[in-house]
């Protein structure tokens, strides 16, 4: 299950940028870098619900597939 891997890495990479961008926010000096920080975070979140609802739509159309070979 390779590309089980591949997902679990996909997602821990959206979600580590997203903390550290957090982590950027927290610490601006400006409140315009701050806000850029914060969009950067939310841009990743972003990424992290969609790769993971396309993820699960993927692997619930290869369960039906496989499901429906088998009989």
Known sequence: MLVGVCYVNREEEY???AKDAQEWAD???SE??????LRIAQG????FTQW???SADARSERSARDSSSDN
Not at 32 to 37: F, K, S
């Open 15 to 17: 979600l580590r940028n």
């Open 32 to 37: 315009e870098d701050r806000q850029g920080w």
């Open 44 to 47: 990743w979140l972003n990424l």
């Open 52 to 54: 993971t609802a396309d």
């Open 27 to 29: 610490r601006a000096v």
